[in-house]
């Protein structure tokens, strides 16, 4: 019983977003169980307990928008008023969390089950490819240690979230005699598929986010006067200091070129964006080497075809997605469906006529989709309807 009441209180500082990393590990794995989940899906199901408390802030179509940023800083997050007199209101919040809990435990409310598999993004399906073209699934406990002590490299757990570190590879790489030719590190490749989210940290301490269908090409080392890595997708770098070794970000359309700094790079093969949060960067055409644009904190540079534009813009819009939030500024419902389609891989369907409809909102990426798609419902712009892993937009 006592187990059963840690449970319940856990997912009660869950619903309010009051539970710490080490907590958030011990609820996870209680819902590594079928019918622990399936339990914790009847609490936050679509009329229950967890979205009352959100409802108040996670949506506002109309105005007073700006106001919930502060909420989503890093650093002391704040919530806002709504969200508080939300919270002070519902008083008796963690005794209905258990009454419902033990309440579903004993008899439940009657129901056999839901239709379809549910659908959520994890940490897990992240791939690294060797420099020698092997590849080692970094979810699976089989061969893994092994293959990445050989490059110095350990698979951790930080805030609930796996990291992929190498941070101690420089200090162990052998010395080379100065009569020797040095040989260039082994190049390895972190490849995060749709569905997956990943983070790497890099031999000089530099760490990157890396968001749904991204990859990053890296040294196990650094090695020579330059750091230098290639990404596609979606990254957030914090990238270590070090002035007389530049950090140099390469995608299809650019070089960016940092020396310690903190910035979003979104990169496929026709576009680059990047924002920079802190520091200074300087943008590259990737055949040329011409400059481009220099950035301050606050711009964002997109390189397309021969233009390079660079803008004044809100970066929290843009780094979001590493704090765990989705923010949609009077975004069009077809570039929100492609951002959940990367993150829980999933299709959709949407007709033209509904693709431009513009929704603002602020909602946690929740790892189950049907808790974001309620939310979006709640704008009263579009609804949805789900066949298996196929989500169609409709009126």
């Not at 002590?149 to 052998?174: I, P």
């Amino acid at each position: 019983m006592t187990d059963e009441l840690m449970i319940s209180d856990l997912i009660y500082k869950e619903l309010i977003e009051e539970i710490t990393p080490e907590e958030s590990r011990v609820l996870k794995k209680w819902l590594e169980e079928p019918a622990n989940r399936a339990l914790y899906d009847r609490i936050r199901q679509k009329n229950g307990l967890g979205r009352r408390l959100y409802e108040y802030v996670d949506v506002d179509s109309l105005k007073d928008f700006r106001s919930t940023l502060p909420a989503l800083a890093p650093a002391a997050p704040r919530r806002s008023l709504r969200l508080r007199y939300a919270l002070y209101a519902a008083a008796l919040v963690p005794l209905l969390v258990a009454a419902i809990f033990f309440g579903a435990r004993i008899g439940g409310d009657g129901r056999t089950g839901v239709s379809h598999p549910e659908i959520v993004h994890n940490s897990e399906g992240a791939q690294l490819i060797l420099s020698s073209g092997q590849v080692v699934d970094l979810a699976a406990d089989e061969g893994r240690p092994v293959v990445l002590a050989e490059a110095n490299a350990v698979v951790d757990a930080r805030d609930g979230e796996r990291t992929l570190s190498y941070k101690k590879a420089e200090a162990a790489a052998a010395p080379v005699p100065e009569t020797a030719v040095a040989a260039a590190p082994a190049m390895h490749t972190l490849v995060v598929p749709r569905g997956v989210n990943y983070n790497v940290e890099l031999s000089d301490g530099t760490v990157v986010y890396l968001d749904a269908d991204s990859r990053l090409e890296y040294p196990v080392y650094f090695a020579g006067d330059s750091r230098e890595v290639t990404v596609s997708g979606r990254a957030y770098f914090d990238v270590a200091h070090d002035a007389e070794h530049p950090f140099i970000v390469r995608t299809a359309r650019a070089a960016i070129r940092v020396f310690g700094t903190e910035f979003c790079v979104s990169a496929n093969g026709s576009q680059s964006v990047t924002t920079l949060v802190k520091g200074s960067v300087g943008l590259f055409d990737a055949g040329s080497g011409e400059q481009l644009a220099m950035l301050t904190p606050g711009q964002q540079a997109v390189v397309s075809g021969d233009d390079c534009v660079v803008q004044q813009v809100e970066t929290l819009y843009q780094t979001a997605w590493k704090d765990g939030y989705f923010i949609f500024e009077s975004k069009s419902v077809g570039s929100i469906m492609e951002e959940l389609s990367a993150w829980y891989n999933i299709d959709y369907v949407l007709k033209d006529s509904l693709r431009d409809v513009n929704i603002t909102a602020r909602i946690k990426r929740y790892d189950n989709v049907e808790s974001v798609l309620d939310i979006l419902s709640k704008t009263r712009s579009v609804n949805f309807k789900r066949d298996g892993r196929v989500i169609t937009v409709i009126n």
